[in-house]
């Protein structure tokens, strides 16, 4: 008898876990994937990516509890100059016919204060899988003329290509590289609550 109360109370909370949580899904036509790198040493170069993929779960709108799964096609990639673009897919870089995706899971999301996290988690590039922390600053949550709750993010990381086997490593003549090791990932996110 005692197993048997057991077993239903596990089944309650079990429940309650399960209806208790939001699923937020990507709007792509509001969010952005960019990335810069410095070139040569004296200017930036920028690029993004059209095609990626996400879901995000919070207990209610909890977002400390937030679980972020994402996914970047690797062939979308757009830095608005196409034998760049071509390199960049190529094994120097991305290797794209081999490995057509990065990707992120989420491990820990940590409140800074009211409008500030620490989002941490595992980002694989190629076949390299390394810990990541990025910076994400809430923008606030709305509801649009459409009934749908909506919530903005923007994340910033910093990572070093040669980690993640971006291993392309030509210098100029002063010793520098001609595409810096580290490149600044931004990540700039609106979020629609599935109803």
């Known amino acids: ?18 209806f208790g949580q939001t ?3 990507v ?14 040493l004296i200017t930036n170069v920028t690029g993004n990516f059209k095609s990626y993929n996400g879901e995000v779960t919070t ?28 390199h960049l897919k190529s094994d120097d870089f991305f290797n794209a016919a081999e490995f057509p995706e990065m990707t992120f899971e989420s491990t820990k999301m940590e ?15 190629r076949n390299f899988k390394k810990e990541v922390t990025f910076d994400v600053e ?14 903005g ?15 392309w490593d030509n210098t100029i003549e002063t010793g520098g590289l001609v595409v810096s090791k580290d490149v600044e990932i931004n990540v700039n996110l609106q ?3 599935e109803k």
């Open 153 to 167: 993010f923007d994340a910033t990381t910093e990572i070093n290509r040669f980690d993640f086997g971006l291993k």
């Open 59 to 86: 207990d209610g709108d909890d977002w400390s509890t937030a679980k972020v799964s994402f996914s970047v096609d690797i062939n979308s990639i757009d830095t608005d100059n196409e034998k760049r673009d071509e």
């Open 111 to 125: 409140k800074v204060d009211e409008d500030s996290y620490k989002l941490h988690g595992l980002l694989q590039i």
């Open 23 to 25: 699923k937020w899904n």
């Open 27 to 40: 709007d792509p036509s509001h969010s952005s994937v960019k990335f810069s790198v410095t070139h040569m």
């Open 1 to 18: 008898m005692k197993a048997l109360k057991l077993i239903a109370i596990l089944v309650v909370f079990s429940s309650v876990s399960v």
């Open 138 to 151: 809430f923008g606030g949550m709305i509801n649009d003329p459409w009934g749908n709750t909506r919530v």
């Open 191 to 193: 979020l629609i609550k």
